[in-house]
């Protein structure tokens, strides 16, 4: 995949009256419970480093609390931090005078909050079209792009609605069509599909897969749901109490849990459909040479009707074209029970 779009480099960030003074003490030792307790200071990020790639959705996971908030937010400078440095293609962003800053915000990123953040007095059009309007598009076309992301999230209809009178899942799906609206090249999506039932969700999941893949933008989206994550994800960070535990692909995650608390938080995922053969072949193997052959980004699961017809191994082709291994049976069964 191609260019960084957004690098983190050693940023934290405290909370509390003397943020410095406290980050000082985290750094020779002190940990997040130790801070609140004996200084009253809150350690929301600790030390993060990460790349976002261009065009990529990059996802945040992590239990309530561990920082995922805190995190986007930095991206778009609604919180700035304590140390550490933000770069956005390349640029530093914390280096931005208010005027740059908020060019940057309105062109470059769109947020869709955990919180709906809808204008109360203005009604659905209105607030889906208020991102174009302040951007000096002219009223017609604002209203026509808007009408248009309502539709996508099934809103057609409400135009006209004020957002009290939604429930919590519109006012999101809202939110939504609002932050699509613009021509940012980054949405910034905090549980932005929480609020949500499960067919709508399933819905717009599809649809934010379909429009990244056709608009290339680059998408950081927080969830607390694992299966959302590894959905969507072309690559996924864990989060916990603040630090970063792991980036990776889901199947690289899966495969390699880089701690216990990874382990135990990927431990009920349905592992034959994110596992991929790649991963698995045995390169010392060679299956016969009427073998079937499989794909090395097809999933696990999906050597199971080959297995079930009587194949004694797969043979596993690479992006190259080139055969990487085989995988028997008893390898895909290793893979899934994990040992
Ligand atoms: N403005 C603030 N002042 C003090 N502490 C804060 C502030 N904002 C966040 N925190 C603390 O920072 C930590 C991370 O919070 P954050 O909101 O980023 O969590 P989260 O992962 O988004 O959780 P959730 O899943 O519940 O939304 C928490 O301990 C929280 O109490
Ligand atoms: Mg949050």
């Keep these: ?59 945040i996971m992590g239990l309530s609390g561990s920082g995922k908030s805190t995190l986007i937010r930095h991206f778009n400078r609604l919180i700035e931090p304590t140390g550490g440095r933000i770069l956005f293609d390349g640029d530093d962003i914390l280096a931005y005078d208010a005027a740059r800053l908020q060019t940057f915000r309105r062109r470059k990123v769109a947020m869709v909050f955990q919180r709906f953040a809808l204008l109360p007095h203005k009604t659905v059009i209105e607030n889906v079209a208020y991102g174009l309007t302040l951007d000096g598009v002219a009223k017609p076309e604002a209203f026509r792009r808007a009408g248009e992301q309502i539709a996508l999230v099934g809103l057609t209809g409400f135009e006209t609605s004020y957002p009290a009178q939604l429930s919590g899942g519109m006012q999101q799906r809202v939110g939504l069509a609002r932050a699509l609206a613009t021509d940012a090249e980054v949405l910034l999506m905090d549980e932005a599909f929480s609020a949500l039932d499960p067919l709508i969700r399933h819905d717009m999941q599809m649809q934010l897969k379909e429009l990244q893949g056709r608009l290339g933008k680059t998408i950081v989206f927080i969830t607390h749901d694992l299966d959302e994550a590894l959905l969507l994800g072309d690559h996924i960070a864990i989060l916990k109490d603040g630090t970063l535990r792991q980036v990776g692909t889901g199947s690289e995650i ?86």
């Design 254 to 339: 899966l495969a390699a849990p880089a701690d216990d608390y990874v382990a135990r938080f990927v431990r009920d995922v349905n592992r034959g459909r994110i596992l991929l053969c790649g991963a698995f072949a045995d390169a010392g193997l060679i299956a016969a040479a009427d073998a079937p052959v499989i794909a090395a980004d097809a999933t696990l699961e999906s050597t199971f009707a080959a297995f079930a017809g009587g194949a004694a191994a797969l043979a596993v082709r690479d992006w190259d074209g080139r055969i990487a291994g085989a995988l028997t049976p008893r390898r895909v069964m290793e893979a899934l029970a994990r040992i």
């Design 1 to 59: 995949m191609g260019l960084v779009k957004i690098r983190v480099e050693g940023v934290s960030k405290v909370f509390g009256r003397d943020p410095a003074g406290a980050l000082a003490k985290v750094r020779s030792g002190m940990d997040k419970t130790r801070l609140k307790d004996e200084t009253d200071h809150v350690l929301g990020l600790h030390d993060i480093d990460l790349s976002i790639r261009t065009g990529e959705i990059f996802v």
